[in-house]
């Protein structure tokens, strides 16, 4: 029998992988078609797939071989878990979905959530009790329509004492509920700087919340300061997505008002699209347009098609318009970044890709450390959504690229390195956008001269003691950009 893997690289964010095997109508593979699917897709886009000896070329010699494998995974979740380049280091980010509707729908910002942004942190290294802190608010959503706001305390949900004692031993399956309430409450230190004992009071207040089908305009804060002098830009950005050109408004905004510094405000920023991250980091400069701000790097058989047939492919160049809408760019040659450990993904793209071209001063704490990307894939016989599969809704989202600036500066895993360490406490968030904020101060006072340059390494940050972020999307750096159409090599293996 002789084996064949056929790649044609085609339109729309994928690539043609026609079958591991002879593909005819005698041959029929007695095995999931959804694992059929998702081994096939990792096979042929996965970043780290030389580093995993079951998506090698050769890995199997028959299609008996081949079906077996497959049926021995109970589901296609499990399969996509084996598939994965050691979880806790390399791979933290790709996944796997059973319904793509509602992967698309986060992507774009879309989410069933009641408005309210939290994390959840403990009370001391030995205390299992936990309690939860509003990091923001969505506007117009239940949790804003219910007066809750940034700094907000709770201590329980549903009337039960929040814990963690492991990951199999917790109760946070309390948030999953589409309402639940929360019990609000107090932080006290007691007057002392250690953990052990501080203590949360109840405020003897309840608060009913309701999830709903919710689009956030990741345009979250914006406005003009005018401080000692100086006109400063303050954008809190949540995701890349959204639009455009409310985006391209914000700074023709800033521009007419004399701009002259921008902090920008990516704490809470997980990331999103590569076409909006050129578009801020665009939006930012304006004085370099045409010149490579990104280089991409997929595995390499994938690389060396593309080096081949479309080098242009591999890198991404500053813009100066968009979709025929002329850019209000600010042409600096500064930008303040605020970041914490939820900035992710495009948002580090934006900071470690415009630090070659300018300076970039980088408040808060390390970013998470997310430099790879992703497509999603869909089972169709091309990986795009035409002519997908209507036995199922499966989609996968597996690393496909890495990203590093000009400079080739890439594999932070440890994340991005802020320039001052300033981060966010318990007891002082602050409102988003005011001048006394402590990260936008920070900035600020870097800006006119009167920063106290703070490092706050070791101490008692909100970042340092937290938990998994609830209501927090995965790090997410999605390529939407078309595969060039002109490209149909294909590479055989025999």
């Given at each position: 029998m002789k084996f064949y893997k056929a790649l044609i690289i085609t339109l729309a964010v994928s690539f043609l992988l026609t079958s591991c095997f002879e593909d005819n109508d005698d041959n029929i593979i007695q095995a999931s078609e959804i694992n059929d699917f998702v081994w096939k897709g990792m096979n042929t886009f996965y970043l780290y797939k030389e580093n995993v000896s079951n998506l090698a070329n050769d890995r199997f010699t028959s299609d008996a071989e081949y079906a077996d494998y497959l049926n021995d995974f109970s589901s296609p979740e499990q399969l996509f878990e084996s598939l994965i380049y050691e979880r806790q280091t390399f791979d933290r980010f790709s996944w796997i979905t059973d319904n793509y509707f509602e992967n698309e729908a986060l992507l774009n910002g879309r989410t069933l959530t009641n408005g309210m942004q939290f994390t959840i942190m403990r009370r001391s290294d030995t205390d299992p009790v936990r309690y939860g802190i509003v990091l923001y608010v969505l506007p117009g959503s239940s949790a804003d329509i219910q007066g809750l706001k940034r700094g907000d305390i709770f201590y329980a949900v549903n009337g039960s004492d929040l814990y963690y004692n492991s990951p199999s031993d917790n109760n946070y399956s309390l948030f999953d509920s589409e309402t639940y309430s929360i019990d609000l409450g107090t932080y006290n230190t007691n007057g002392t700087p250690e953990l052990d004992d501080d203590s949360v009071t109840s405020l003897g207040q309840s608060v009913s919340l309701t999830k709903e089908d919710f689009t956030e305009n990741p345009i979250h804060v914006n406005k003009v300061l005018d401080v000692g002098g100086k006109k400063i830009g303050y954008l809190m950005y949540t995701g890349f997505n959204g639009s455009s050109s409310e985006l391209n408004n914000v700074f023709a905004t800033f521009k007419s008002a004399g701009v002259t510094e921008l902090v920008l405000?990516?704490?809470?920023?997980?990331?999103?699209?590569?076409?909006?991250?050129?578009?801020?980091?665009?939006?930012?400069?304006?004085?370099?347009?045409?010149?490579?701000?990104?280089?991409?790097?997929?595995?390499?058989?994938?690389?060396?098609?593309?080096?081949?047939?479309?080098?242009?492919?591999?890198?991404?160049?500053?813009?100066?318009?968009?979709?025929?809408?002329?850019?209000?760019?600010?042409?600096?040659?500064?930008?303040?970044?605020?970041?914490?450990?939820?900035?992710?993904?495009?948002?580090?793209?934006?900071?470690?890709?415009?630090?070659?071209?300018?300076?970039?001063?980088?408040?808060?704490?390390?970013?998470?450390?997310?430099?790879?990307?992703?497509?999603?894939?869909?089972?169709?016989?091309?990986?795009?959504?035409?002519?997908?599969?209507?036995?199922?809704?499966?989609?996968?989202?597996?690393?496909?690229?890495?990203?590093?600036?000009?400079?080739?500066?890439?594999?932070?895993?440890?994340?991005?390195?802020?320039?001052?360490?300033?981060?966010?406490?318990?007891?002082?968030?602050?409102?988003?956008?005011?001048?006394?904020?402590?990260?936008?101060?920070?900035?600020?006072?870097?800006?006119?001269?009167?920063?106290?340059?703070?490092?706050?390494?070791?101490?008692?940050?909100?970042?340092?003691?937290?938990?998994?972020?609830?209501?927090?999307?995965?790090?997410?750096?999605?390529?939407?950009?078309?595969?060039?159409?002109?490209?149909?090599?294909?590479?055989?293996?025999?």
């Open positions: 405000d990516l704490r809470y920023n997980s990331g999103g699209f590569n076409s909006k991250a050129i578009l801020m980091s665009s939006l930012i400069t304006g004085q370099f347009t045409g010149d490579v701000l990104i280089k991409k790097y997929f595995n390499s058989e994938l690389q060396t098609i593309f080096e081949d047939q479309d080098p242009d492919f591999l890198i991404d160049k500053f813009i100066n318009n968009e979709d025929g809408m002329s850019l209000n760019s600010l042409n600096l040659n500064k930008v303040y970044a605020l970041t914490t450990v939820w900035s992710a993904s495009a948002s580090e793209l934006v900071i470690n890709c415009l630090k070659p071209y300018i300076d970039v001063i980088q408040i808060g704490t390390n970013t998470s450390g997310k430099y790879q990307g992703s497509f999603t894939l869909y089972d169709s016989p091309d990986f795009t959504k035409d002519g997908v599969n209507p036995n199922h809704t499966y989609a996968i989202q597996p690393l496909i690229f890495k990203y590093a600036n000009i400079d080739d500066k890439t594999d932070f895993f440890d994340g991005l390195e802020p320039d001052i360490f300033l981060g966010e406490t318990r007891t002082n968030l602050g409102i988003l956008g005011d001048e006394n904020e402590p990260l936008l101060a920070e900035a600020i006072g870097n800006i006119t001269g009167t920063g106290k340059f703070i490092n706050q390494k070791g101490q008692n940050t909100i970042e340092s003691d937290n938990l998994e972020p609830i209501n927090s999307i995965k790090g997410k750096l999605i390529d939407d950009r078309e595969i060039p159409k002109h490209i149909t090599n294909r590479l055989i293996f025999e």
